[in-house]
């Protein structure tokens, strides 16, 4: 059993478009992390959200932790290329619990 | 700065025999994990050391798996005797203890057990 869903599993969509990517869980979550994959390498962690109902914006790229502290989602505006990868979400239950990783959405914008 | 740093970056070998994974963390760097992931099963943690102690192994799936950290810099990962289906890409990351601290990963081992 997944304590962590990623949703949806695959997207494939143009340059220029927008999208949104979930991660959930039925389980609350001291903190969740969102990490980036490239082919033939190690994730690389993006953001970390702790608040319940927080929103963080790395340029092109918007976070949200639900208030509930069980799910969280990640927004493109005006995807590239470069964003292409799979998008992990990672979680621990407390400050000092070991994380848990998602499943991943796999994303590929095509140019 | 260098990263986190993982040899080999390939392995391919019968099953059967041994391997040996080995991981180089960030200096400074007090936790360290060891991770597999394959497309089936995604991203899953093997086990992690806190101050070269192994906090929680429960991931490590067989006794065949084995996992130590002699000192802060260096940790090994061994499979004997290896399977097919450990086939896989392994990583190591490390972090800083404490709340919310990031992982930083290595390249990965990509293992093939033919």
């Known amino acids: 059993t997944q304590l962590l869903e990623q949703s949806p599993q695959f997207l494939s969509i143009q340059e220029g478009e927008n999208l949104t990517v979930y991660c959930n869980s039925s389980s609350v979550f001291s903190s969740l992390q969102w990490y980036r994959q490239e082919p033939g390498e190690g994730p690389v962690l993006l953001v970390t959200?702790?608040?319940?109902?927080e929103v963080k914006k790395l340029k092109r790229l918007t976070f949200q932790f639900g208030d509930a502290r069980k799910d969280s989602s990640l927004h493109i505006t005006a995807a590239q290329p470069g964003d292409t990868g799979l998008y992990l979400c990672?979680?621990?239950?407390?400050?000092?619990?070991?994380?848990?990783f998602g499943p991943g959405t796999s994303l590929s914008v095509i140019p | 700065d260098a990263g986190v740093i993982q040899s080999p970056r390939h392995e391919v070998t019968e099953m059967g025999q041994e391997v040996t994974l080995r991981c180089k963390p960030i200096?400074?760097?007090?936790?360290l994990f060891w991770y597999r992931q394959t497309m089936m099963r995604g991203l899953e943690l093997l086990i992690y050391?806190?101050?070269?102690?192994?906090?929680?192994d429960s991931g490590m799936p067989e006794d065949r798996f084995s996992a130590k950290m002699p000192n802060a810099s260096f940790s090994t990962l061994k499979i004997q005797p290896s399977e097919p289906r450990d086939s896989a890409v392994y990583f190591c990351a490390s972090s800083l203890a404490g709340r919310h601290q990031p992982q930083h990963f290595g390249d990965g081992t990509r293992l093939s057990i033919l």
């Open positions: 200096s400074g760097h007090n936790s």
């Open positions: 050391f806190n101050n070269n102690v192994p906090i929680d």
């Open positions: 990672a979680g621990s239950k407390t400050s000092y619990d070991k994380v848990i």
């Open positions: 959200v702790v608040t319940g109902g």
